[in-house]
Nanobody, 127 residues
Framework: QVQLVESGGGSVQAGGSLRLSCAAS????????MGWFRQTPGQERERVAS???????RITDSVKDRFTISRDNAKNTLYLEMNSLKPEDTAMYYC?????????????????????WGQGTQVTVSS
């Protein structure tokens, strides 16, 4: 089992920045894919970015010029640096994880591919 706890959400004006963190526990192998998803009411969770323990990563095109995903394997912590935030970035952001290969990780863009989830952290961007 993998336990995930997000932090760092909040309210910010358009153009601002936030950094989300996700602390993972319960998994000691180095083959863990971790990702960020976001969801708005009535919509499916969409992948924002994912990154494997080996550094292989994928960021969705709509945010790749503004968001950066990273992880500190020594601290078992995942990050999402969000810059130039827009009102359309407003959503609940979730951390997710799945034991996988690097190739699987960069291609795992469906929420159903991730068995482990955090509780979510709200990001609200006002215009």
């Amino acid at each position: 089992q993998v336990q995930l706890v997000e932090s760092g959400g909040g309210s910010v004006q358009a153009g601002g920045s936030l950094r989300l963190s996700c602390a993972a526990s319960g998994y000691t192998d180095n083959m863990l894919c971790m990702g960020w998803f976001r969801q708005t009411p009535g919509q499916e969770r969409e992948r924002v970015a994912s990154i494997h323990s080996d550094g292989s990563a994928r960021i969705t095109d709509s945010v790749k010029d503004r968001f950066t995903i990273s992880r500190d394997n020594a601290k078992n912590t995942l990050y999402l640096e969000m810059n130039s935030l827009k009102p359309e970035d407003t959503a609940m952001y979730y951390c997710a994880a799945v034991p996988s290969t690097p190739r699987y990780c960069v291609n795992a863009n469906n929420h159903e591919q991730y068995p482990f989830w955090g509780q979510g952290t709200q990001v609200t961007v006002s215009s």
